[in-house]
């Protein structure tokens, strides 16, 4: 299973847009990267998902540029409810997630 | 009651007692798994069941460990002569079964504390 780096922590002021990159330099042909936000107390929650370019939804953006060696996961105009853990995951099929530490974001007012 | 469900929310123990975690997963979801987490760390892979059979048990520390889910929808994690590093919080996940990558949904998960 591909191994993935990201940051430790990161800060932000309320209404910044966060980036968070991921290096997933050994990344399968049939691998897909999965980012999970974790509240403490909580078990993670699924954001995002992509294979290759530009994923989008309600929450997040997931820029994948075309060699997949790495990944960023952008959250728009944070807020203190967006402080977590952020972990970026690959993998294929329904196979176990291999979790790393995470970023954990802190967002400050 | 849509989620994933995990009982009980918290358990403390003595060491060397047995103990059965519980957990419901979303109806018609036919993969299962379990993860630990210890403080400060990711989540670590267990078990992972495919309908009533574990298609990967290669995550469990050792023999005291022991996972059933003998109706292919709730499963119990058994730990027998719990130790002190045995305590965590135990995540239970299940998703659908394709060929996919499926987006697995977590429970709020179980504290064992073995004193």
């Known amino acids: 299973l591909a191994k993935t780096t990201q940051p430790i922590s990161m800060d932000s002021y309320e209404g910044q847009e966060v980036n968070i990159t991921c290096s997933h330099n050994?990344?399968?042909?049939?691998?897909?990267i999965t980012w999970y936000q974790q509240f403490p107390s909580q078990g993670p929650r699924f954001i995002i998902q992509g294979y290759k370019t530009k994923v989008t939804n309600e929450v997040a953006s997931l820029f994948i540029p075309a060699d997949r060696k790495s990944s960023t996961l952008s959250l728009p105009r944070v807020s203190l409810s967006d402080t977590a853990v952020y972990y970026c995951l690959v993998g294929a099929g329904n196979t176990p997630l291999v979790f790393g530490k995470g970023t954990r974001l802190s967002v400050i007012a | 009651g849509a989620g994933v469900s995990q009982t009980p929310s918290n358990k403390v123990t003595e060491k060397g007692k047995y103990v059965e975690l519980r957990c419901d997963p979303i109806s018609g979801h036919t993969a299962l798994y379990w993860y630990r987490q210890s403080l400060g760390q990711g989540p670590e892979f267990l078990i992972y069941f495919q309908g009533t059979g574990a298609a990967d048990d290669s995550g469990l520390p050792n023999d005291r460990f022991f996972a059933v889910r003998p109706e292919g929808s709730v499963s119990t994690l058994k730990i027998q002569r719990t130790e002190r590093g045995d305590s965590a919080v135990y995540l239970c996940a299940s998703s659908l079964s394709s060929d996919a990558y499926n987006e697995q949904f977590f429970g709020p998960g179980t504290r064992l504390t073995v004193l």
């Open positions: 050994n990344i399968a042909t049939n691998d897909y």
